[in-house]
Structure formats: structure tokens, C-alpha cells
T-cell receptor, first 113, second 110 residues
């Protein structure tokens, strides 16, 4: 019973490129959450998705960032035209329903050169 | 001032010591989480609580809603407990929309 799977583990991009981060939730989980951890800072909520729906994107930057969780396949966090300030660890978590415990992935470390 | 404050920021203990990490928050909450982040970066959810006390093995979490305060206790600490412990609260937002503390870095020496 695999846990939350994130890939890639490390991603290097040059300024202006696109970054795609993937998250496969635990089996049976339909709720996915993305968080960002900037260097020397705490975690920050970005977005909450259920299958095919964005429930809460109040933590997402207004530009360049988007997220989806299609009916089939993993959730994707997409960052267009990356800048150095996007360098951070991005964590995904999943849960089975309302009020349930969160299960976290190992994170994707994004480095923008 | 941060909405979620943890203390201490850093904590060094000897193996076997009883450890307490504190979390204070300034907003109304519906739930409080304690998370453990390993040196490699992975995050594990330890507890989710909205009242009272929970225990799992050597870990105990308590919350006092009136005082807006929670504590995480580790009994008989061990070097493998070395990690960053993070308090996070859900305050009126959607599920998963958490406000995180900056974490307490715990180092347990053998």
C-alpha cells in the first residue's frame, strides 16, 4: 500500500522554464493538498483539490502557478516561467475525506538557476 | 507577530530525557496538527486534535482551547526522535488550509 508519491524528487530549471510537479495520492484518497516550504521559512498552504475540482486556491500566487487533479492520473502543480524565488520544497498531502489525517509525500525540491 | 508560535526554536536533549515542545496560536481554530519533519525532509503527521489529549507510543499531545495552547511531549527520548516538530492549525479555512509554525528543531544526543 504505497504512500503519497511525489516526483521528481529533485527538479532543476533555468529561469523562464516551466516546472511540473506530480503527486499521486494514497490509494483511496480523493483529497490533495499542496504546500510550499521556502528556505528558512515554514510551510505555507497553496491549494486544495478534489478530483477534477479546485476547492481552495487561496494560497496560490496569482500568476504563473496552476494546479489540477484530473479524473485519471496524478495531481500536477505547474509553475510557468520560473524565477529564482520559486526555489523551494513543494510538498503534497492527501486524505480520504473531511477531517481525516493528512499523509504527506517526500516532497519535490525545485531549484531555479 | 506570527499566528502560530512555537517554542523553543531549538532544543538539545540527552537520550532518555522528557521533552516538551510548545505551540501557541492567536486565532480561533477547528483543529491542530503536530507534524514531524525528518532530516531528509519527509513529513509525518503525528496527531490531529481539537480538544483534550492524545497518546501514541512515547508521544503525547495536549491542547487547551481556552488558553490557545498545545504541547507535544516525548517520553524517554531517543536519538531517532531528532527531527523538526511542526505545529499547524486550521482556522476557518478549508480542510488542509493550515497555518504552520516555524518548527522546533530537536536534537537528542546518545
Amino acid at each position: 500500500n504505497a504512500g503519497v508519491m511525489q516526483n521528481p524528487r529533485h527538479l532543476v530549471r533555468r529561469r523562464g522554464q516551466e516546472a511540473r510537479l506530480r503527486c499521486s495520492p494514497m490509494k483511496g484518497h480523493s483529497h490533495v493538498y499542496w504546500y510550499r516550504q521556502l528556505p528558512e521559512e515554514g510551510l505555507k498552504f497553496m491549494v486544495y483539490l478534489q478530483k477534477e475540482n479546485i476547492i481552495d486556491e487561496s494560497g496560490m500566487p496569482k500568476e504563473r502557478f496552476s494546479a489540477e487533479f484530473p479524473k485519471e492520473g496524478p495531481s500536477i502543480l505547474r509553475i510557468q516561467q520560473v524565477v529564482r524565488g520559486d526555489s523551494a520544497a513543494y510538498f503534497c498531502a492527501s486524505s480520504s475525506g473531511f477531517g481525516e489525517k493528512l499523509f504527506f509525500g517526500s516532497g519535490t525540491q525545485l531549484s531555479v538557476l | 507577530k506570527n499566528e502560530v508560535e512555537q517554542s523553543p526554536q531549538n532544543l538539545t536533549a540527552q537520550e532518555g530525557e522528557f521533552i516538551t515542545i510548545n505551540c501557541s496560536y492567536s486565532v480561533g481554530i477547528s483543529a491542530l496538527h503536530w507534524l514531524q519533519q525528518h532530516p531528509g525532509g519527509g513529513i509525518v503527521s503525528l496527531f490531529m486534535l481539537s480538544s483534550g489529549k492524545k497518546k501514541h507510543g512515547r508521544l503525547i499531545a495536549t491542547i487547551n482551547i481556552q488558553e490557545k495552547h498545545s504541547s507535544l511531549h516525548i517520553t524517554a527520548s531517543h536519538p531517532r526522535d531528532s527531527a523538526v516538530y511542526i505545529c499547524a492549525v486550521r482556522s476557518g479555512g478549508s480542510q488542509g488550509n493550515l497555518i504552520f509554525g516555524k518548527g522546533t528543531k530537536l536534537s537528542v544526543k546518545p
